[in-house]
């Protein structure tokens, strides 16, 4: 089974602070994928990366940046953690030409 | 932005087959209707994706209108592990962003 695991569940942060979201898949993808999901919202899509160290805006990147050092890890960044930025953050991954993407089951961040 | 239309909500009974409704009237000639859903607190989950033909497979079966500007995915037998909500995507290349609009809450009544 294909599994995409994120560091935390839930996490709670202060306004400033810096924000490491970690995710990890063992499939060996290409594709990996940030997005966050806020209610009346959907999903929206804030980075993507279709090799290492390569990195590409999805449609609200601001306020946050991308690492992906390795194949298997793709990291999301919060610089400078504001309250607008409590969310559902979702990792997924997947191969080049795929039928799906395979999400992880989320980070719940809160920002006070 | 998303390229499809659902109803916010719909109600099933359990055991009854869910058919949920998705308009993607400016569909184009090489983009793919994809299901997906999302159960509470987990991350989204594939469903069944199709261009123009019906598809069955172990989850659920999709109806494409021939003119393939609705589309229709039927659960056939609903089960109260089937409340979720249920997006509706179209998207042109396998290997492009999935954009979700805002999806269908189901709601499966014992």
């Known amino acids: 089974d294909v599994k995409v695991t994120q560091s935390s569940r839930y996490l709670v942060k202060r306004t400033g602070e810096k924000v490491f979201l970690e995710c990890v898949q063992d499939?060996?993808?290409?594709?990996m994928f940030w997005y966050r999901q806020d209610p009346g919202l959907g999903l929206r899509l804030i980075y993507f990366s279709y090799d290492v160290k390569m990195k590409e805006k999805g449609d609200i990147p601001e306020g946050y940046s991308v690492s992906r050092e390795k194949k298997e890890r793709f990291s999301l960044i919060l610089e400078s953690a504001s309250t607008n930025q409590t969310s559902m953050y979702l990792c997924?991954?997947?191969?080049?030409?795929?039928?799906?993407?395979?999400f992880g089951p989320g980070t719940r961040l809160t920002v006070l | 932005d998303a390229k499809t239309t659902q109803p916010t909500s719909m109600d099933c009974a359990e055991g009854r087959a869910a058919n949920l409704p998705c308009n993607h009237s400016?569909?184009?000639?090489?983009?793919?209707v994809y299901w997906y859903r999302q159960i509470h607190s987990q991350g989204p989950q594939y469903i069944i994706h199709?261009?123009?033909n019906n598809e069955t497979n172990e989850m659920a079966s999709l109806i494409i209108t021939e003119d393939r500007k609705s589309s229709t995915l039927i659960l056939p037998h609903a089960t109260l592990r089937d409340t979720a909500v249920y997006y509706c995507?179209?998207?042109?290349?396998?290997?492009?962003?999935?954009?979700f609009g805002k999806g269908t809450r189901l709601h499966i009544l014992p």
């Open positions: 997924a991954s997947c191969t080049p030409w795929a039928d799906t993407q395979y």
């Open positions: 995507i179209v998207r042109a290349n396998r290997d492009d962003k999935i954009i």
């Open positions: 400016t569909i184009s000639g090489n983009e793919y």
């Open positions: 199709g261009l123009k």
């Open positions: 499939m060996d993808h290409e594709n």
